[in-house]
Each structure stands twice: as C-alpha cells, then as structure tokens.
C-alpha cells in the first residue's frame, strides 16, 4: 500500500497537523521487554492491532523479535511466521493505515511487504542487512533509520559519548545519504535516536530535549519511549505501570519536533496530542 502522500512533506514545526503521527506497538514476540507473552499469537495480536487502530492509531508496527536488553536473535522464518500472518490479517479484515515491520532482516522485510506492510523500521539502520537499503529502494517502501550502539545483547555495557545529540545526528545523517545512495528516495526515510538503546538515561533524556537538532537533518524524526526503564527510574514504576511516564515523555517529543511517536496506547496521546494542539 503507498503512503500518503501528506505523509511524504517534512514537518515544519511541531505538532503541525497532520504530524505527529501516532505509530502503535503490536508485539508478537513470546519475551518483549513490556508486554510479552501476551499478543504471540496471531489472533490475540490481530485483535490488540484492531484495538490499537479503534484507539486512533495512524500507523501500526509489528514486531517479531524483541530488542529488549540482552534479548538473542531469532531466525528468519520464525520472525516471518510471527509477523506476516498478522499482517495479512489486518489487511483482510480490510484495516487500510500503513503498517510497518519491526525488522532488521532484508528476507523479513519482503516477506511482511507482500503481505500488505509499507514502511521497514530498521533498528540496525539498515547495517545489520547487506540487502536492506536495496530491498527498500526496489520496493519504494518507508525505511525508519534507528540509531543503536553495539546489539541488544551487549549495548547496555557502559555506553559512552562526548556529545550524544552530536554523535547520533551525525550517524543518522550519514546512514541518511547512504541508503538514499542505494536508490532510497529521500522522503521515505525517517530517523530516530533509539531512546534506551546503548543510551543511559542522561543520553535518552538530552536527545529528547535536544530533539530539535535530530530534526534540523531535515528527515522527519520517530521517537519511541513508551514505558522504557529510563521513564520507570524516574518514578520507581515497572513495566506495566509506566503509561503516565510515557504520556509525559510522548508530549516532550512532540512539543520539541517528534514527528512520529511510537507507543503502546495510542488512545490517552491521541487525547493529550488534542489539547497540546489547541495551546501550545
Ligand atoms: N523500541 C523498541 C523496538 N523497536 N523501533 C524504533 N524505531 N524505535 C524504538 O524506540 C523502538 C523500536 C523496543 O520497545 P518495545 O519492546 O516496546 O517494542
């Protein structure tokens, strides 16, 4: 399915309409870090996707593999029976706004965009894969360029930067033109910072503050924080008790510049996103 076309014209200020778009999460994964075990089958996953849409979503992104610290890969074909199942689901039951695939995998990627996905969100930025960037220019699909240090299993090891927000843009920019070399149009692409991975909290926090040096690449910016460990060390919340935090977090981003927010209940931020609108 194309994306829109209002889609494909960068932000220019924040929370100008139709930005920020609202991405909901649809794990299906047996051990992601927040809601794992509970949508890793097809149906139990159509149906959070179909909550997720009612709820005001503007996009879904649908996951196979956790990235959750320390979490280990997982083959191709087991990510592939995880995902494109849900996604020729939601298709067939006619659900019509972009779906995105939380993939590193080329093989991934093009099995989930036969079965209806439009946009690849990558959170190797495109490394992990040789075949990503050309997959995604042949397919004229969205690509989501995150940028991460070292893997899941290894990037919470002592992560260090001199200037993060410096460090992060520059990576982006750069995995930005190289891709785009590779035949990816320019409008298809959007960066994100990857909020909690290889980050401490001070670093995920200057990024969000500082989000308006992400977007100042020019390439419209995704943040995802929903309930992330470093909202949960701010107030001693767990995992599932963290939508307040991340309502919070959501609003920064989207007051400094957040171009697409990925949460997990799209509803309350569709609400908040409402109110920021009418006076900010
Ligand atoms: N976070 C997670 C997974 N995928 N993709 C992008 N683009 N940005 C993120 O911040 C991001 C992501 C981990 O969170 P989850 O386990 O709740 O999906």
Redesign the pocket.
């Known amino acids: 399915m194309p994306l829109p076309r209002t889609w494909l014209i960068p932000p220019v200020a924040p929370l100008a309409p139709p930005w920020p778009l609202v991405m909901g ?1 649809v ?1 299906v ?1 047996p051990d ?5 075990g509970r949508h890793d089958h097809t149906d139990a996953a159509v149906a959070h996707a179909l909550r997720l849409v009612e709820d005001g979503a503007d996009i879904l ?1 649908i ?1 196979g593999e ?3 610290p320390g979490a280990l890969p997982v083959p191709a074909d087991v990510e592939t029976a995880r995902v494109v199942p849900v996604i020729a689901a939601l298709r067939a039951r006619g659900v019509g706004i972009p779906v995105s695939v ?1 993939t590193t995998k080329a093989a991934v990627a093009a099995a989930a965009l036969d079965a209806g996905a439009d946009i690849v ?3 190797s930025a495109a490394t992990r894969d040789p075949d990503m960037p050309a997959l995604c220019a042949r397919r004229r699909c969205g690509l ?1 360029l ?1 940028h991460m240090r070292g893997t899941p299993r290894d990037m919470q090891n002592a992560p260090a930067y001199t200037d993060v927000v410096a460090e992060v843009a520059e990576y982006l920019r750069r995995r930005a033109e190289a891709v785009i070399a590779a035949g990816v149009a320019r409008e298809h692409v959007w960066i ?6 290889g980050k401490l909290p001070a670093h995920n926090f200057a990024l969000v503050r500082e989000l308006p040096r992400l977007a100042a690449t020019g390439y419209p910016v ?7 460990s470093s909202l949960g060390n701010l107030t001693g919340r767990p995992v599932n008790d963290r939508e307040v935090e991340s309502l919070a977090g959501a609003l920064v981003g989207a007051l400094k510049g957040a171009a697409v927010l ?1 949460v ?1 209940e799209p509803g309350p931020l569709r609400r908040a996103l409402a109110v920021a609108r009418a006076m900010a």
């Open positions: 999460i794990n994964t992601s870090f927040s809601d794992g992104d996951g956790s990235t959750r939380d969100n990558d959170v989501v995150m994100d910072p990857g909020f909690g991975f995704l943040l995802g924080l929903s309930r992330k990925r997990h």
